[in-house]
């Protein structure tokens, strides 16, 4: 994993393990590595992983088994709610994205919308 | 949180030099801290001290609540900056050296460390090249079982694959029981590894705090910021 180090790397590292979750590369109930599996495998400060997991048991994201590890969360309602929190910053990042180019809103989703039935038409082609 | 090195307005003068000014640096158990700063800054200063090797001029540093000397030194694993094994060794000299100087060292860790290093314990030292110099330093020190780290510019003159080795074997030898502090002017490299970082220019601190919180309050990496303070 890539990091920018200009933002919290616990940060970073939580959006891609929801990432992770909502595509289905962690799958519900599974184990998650250990801090220090983790920590090596990202050549990252085992305390950021720790405040990491602490975050995502907080959110529910995960949960601990005493002695066993960390694991996905097995509720729907949390993966499809992380679905939609996704989907929400990539609609805002979209947006003020556009905003800041002079886009009115209107404008904005015309361009979408002329974007997508040209990505559907090459689709077709094939 | 339980500190292992306490340090209260140390300072160390050379002649009129003054290489520490009124220095407070606390280190607690199972983090890892950077000093940061550019060369002549005060950090190998610093770790001379908190390893024994140089005496302060004022002020106060304890680790593990002793002052520096005997006990302190077979619990703080030191790695200078410069080369310090004998010309004649073979890399497995090296090993054995360190074996008979300190009791907390690994061998058997030390042999494994090697075969990630890709080190050939029959080579000599002397035809080493500065990449594997470094490897091998870090080896010894990391073997040892001690509560303190000092690792003096680890990634110096290094190359990328080395570094990488180096990164990970530090990130391997971290424990919740022990502490480790890092001086470097590499920042961008090691940045990822910090808990908390100290910035050391002319012999005073000038900034320090939680890597993430600086990040955070800063919006820029700790390799920028750097840059913007000095």
């Given at each position: 994993?890539?990091?920018?180090n200009?933002?919290?790397?616990y940060l970073?590292?939580?959006d891609?393990i929801?990432?992770?979750?909502v595509?289905?590369?962690l799958k519900a109930?599974q184990?998650?590595?250990?801090?220090r599996e983790?920590?090596?495998i990202l050549k990252?400060n085992p305390?950021t992983?720790q405040?990491?997991y602490?975050?995502?048991d907080?959110?529910?994201i995960?949960?601990i088994?005493r002695?066993?590890g960390?694991?996905?969360?097995?509720e729907?309602?949390?993966?499809?709610s992380?679905?939609?929190e996704?989907?929400?910053?990539?609609?805002?990042?979209?947006?003020e994205g556009?905003?800041k180019?002079g886009?009115?809103?209107?404008?904005s989703?015309?361009t979408?919308k002329?974007y997508?039935s040209?990505e559907?038409?090459i689709w077709?082609?094939? | 949180?339980?500190?292992i090195?306490?340090?209260?307005q140390?300072s160390?003068?050379?002649?009129?030099?003054?290489a520490?000014d009124k220095?407070?640096i606390?280190i607690e158990?199972g983090?890892i801290y950077?000093i940061?700063?550019?060369?002549?800054g005060g950090?190998?200063?610093?770790?001379?001290?908190?390893?024994?090797?140089l005496k302060s001029s004022?002020g106060?540093?304890?680790?593990?609540?002793?002052?520096?000397?005997?006990?302190?030194?077979?619990?703080?694993?030191y790695?200078?900056e410069i080369n310090?094994?004998y010309?004649?060794?073979?890399?497995?000299?090296?090993?054995n050296?360190f074996?008979?100087?300190?009791a907390?060292?690994?061998?058997?860790?030390?042999?494994?460390?090697?075969k990630?290093m890709e080190l050939?314990?029959?080579?000599k030292i002397?035809?080493?090249s500065?990449?594997?110099?470094?490897?091998?330093k870090?080896t010894?020190?990391?073997s040892?079982?001690?509560?303190?780290y000092l690792?003096?510019?680890?990634l110096?003159?290094?190359?990328?694959?080395?570094r990488?080795k180096i990164?990970?074997?530090?990130l391997d030898?971290?424990?919740?029981?022990a502490?480790?502090?890092?001086c470097s002017?590499?920042i961008y490299?090691i940045?990822?590894l910090?808990?908390?970082v100290?910035?050391?220019s002319?012999g005073?601190?000038i900034?320090?705090?939680?890597a993430?919180d600086?990040?955070?309050?800063?919006?820029?990496?700790i390799?920028?910021?750097?840059?913007?303070?000095?």
């Amino acid at each position: 994993m890539e990091f920018n180090n200009n933002i919290p790397i616990y940060l970073q590292i939580i959006d891609s393990i929801k990432q992770d979750i909502v595509v289905g590369k962690l799958k519900a109930g599974q184990k998650m590595p250990s801090v220090r599996e983790s920590a090596g495998i990202l050549k990252v400060n085992p305390n950021t992983i720790q405040r990491v997991y602490q975050e995502l048991d907080r959110e529910k994201i995960t949960y601990i088994k005493r002695g066993m590890g960390t694991y996905v969360t097995e509720e729907e309602k949390i993966i499809s709610s992380l679905k939609e929190e996704i989907s929400q910053k990539i609609i805002l990042d979209f947006v003020e994205g556009m905003n800041k180019l002079g886009f009115s809103n209107k404008e904005s989703i015309s361009t979408l919308k002329e974007y997508l039935s040209k990505e559907e038409e090459i689709w077709n082609k094939y | 949180m339980e500190q292992i090195l306490k340090a209260t307005q140390l300072s160390k003068y050379f002649y009129q030099k003054k290489a520490l000014d009124k220095v407070d640096i606390n280190i607690e158990k199972g983090k890892i801290y950077g000093i940061l700063g550019p060369n002549g800054g005060g950090k190998s200063t610093f770790l001379k001290i908190a390893a024994g090797l140089l005496k302060s001029s004022q002020g106060e540093i304890t680790i593990d609540n002793e002052k520096p000397g005997e006990y302190t030194k077979s619990i703080v694993s030191y790695l200078p900056e410069i080369n310090h094994l004998y010309k004649w060794m073979k890399v497995k000299d090296a090993l054995n050296f360190f074996k008979d100087l300190y009791a907390d060292f690994n061998i058997e860790r030390a042999k494994e460390s090697l075969k990630f290093m890709e080190l050939e314990e029959e080579e000599k030292i002397t035809s080493l090249s500065k990449g594997m110099m470094g490897r091998l330093k870090l080896t010894l020190v990391l073997s040892r079982k001690a509560k303190l780290y000092l690792l003096d510019e680890p990634l110096n003159g290094i190359d990328p694959i080395s570094r990488e080795k180096i990164i990970t074997s530090i990130l391997d030898s971290y424990s919740e029981k022990a502490s480790i502090l890092i001086c470097s002017h590499l920042i961008y490299y090691i940045e990822k590894l910090l808990d908390y970082v100290f910035f050391l220019s002319e012999g005073r601190i000038i900034l320090s705090g939680n890597a993430e919180d600086l990040r955070n309050k800063r919006g820029m990496s700790i390799d920028k910021l750097f840059q913007e303070v000095f």
